[in-house]
């Protein structure tokens, strides 16, 4: 996972578990740890830097080491899109989870591939899990989604919801610097990227109506429609400030 952000919370989730991890920021990290250590399962982002997901996978299976290939790999996508499914299962990966996932369903899962015989295929989907049409405009959400921070502080703890917060208040501050710059250079596929990392906190921070935006952003540059991807930035950047503000504005709330 490449969002430290969503690093950090997936770690407070696995550790509260009583689970050991390492955590590394990249596909390329990844694949190196592969070889010098003998995991149980690992769990892998989709679009990182470096290396994607599911090259990184197809390194892994393709190691010498029939254990260390063999190990499961659990797919993290922040919104599956239709035939992405069966995208990571070709592509090597045991079973996915998408993002922002809570602490029961990510054990569950876990434990399918730890502590049981390994399944023929992935879970059946959950509400969590199911497939999402094509980032679309959607109707006008309450700012801040309260319940996905009380989730979180019931997967983490109540006081680490404010110091995660405020990581993502300024990783999410800084990425809209970081896409004005890109979009000035008109880097698109870098722009994709980071609206793909914004999308996905968005979500795990209560902030859908930014996912929302960003989702809009990634969705024209993959298709290679750079009106609507210039369109969909200027909004991104006109409205994603003003959003995260409000998170800023709620926690603050909280605190008096």
Do not use: C
């Amino acid at each position: 996972e490449d969002v430290m952000a969503n690093r950090l919370v997936l770690k407070e989730m696995l550790l509260r578990a009583g689970l050991k991890i390492q955590m590394v920021e990249n596909g390329l990290e990844a694949v190196q740890a592969v070889k010098l250590t003998q995991f149980d399962a690992i769990l892998m982002d989709i679009s990182m830097p470096e290396m994607d997901g599911i090259e990184a996978t197809r390194s892994i299976r393709a190691l010498t080491d029939p254990e260390r290939a063999g190990t499961p790999i659990i797919a993290m996508t922040a919104h599956a899109l239709k035939g992405d499914k069966e995208h990571f299962l070709a592509s090597g990966m045991d079973d996915y989870l998408t993002k922002p996932v809570k602490l029961e369903l990510l054990l569950s899962v876990l434990d399918q591939w730890l502590h049981k015989e390994k399944p023929v295929g992935p879970l059946a989907e959950t509400d969590n899990q199911k497939t999402v049409p094509s980032p679309t405009p959607e109707p006008e959400y309450s700012i801040v989604d309260k319940e996905v921070l009380v989730q979180m502080a019931l997967d983490t703890s109540p006081e680490l919801v404010p110091v995660l917060s405020n990581i993502f208040i300024s990783d999410t501050q800084s990425r809209f610097v970081k896409i004005a710059h890109l979009a000035q250079e008109e880097t698109w596929a870098d722009i994709g990227l980071e609206a793909h990392s914004i999308a996905g906190s968005s979500l795990a921070y209560g902030l859908p109506s930014l996912a929302v935006l960003a989702r809009a952003v990634e969705s024209a540059v993959k298709s290679d429609d750079l009106e609507s991807a210039d369109k969909t930035v200027k909004e991104l950047l006109a409205q994603g400030p003003r959003l995260v503000e409000a998170l800023k504005d709620y926690l603050s709330h909280l605190e008096q």
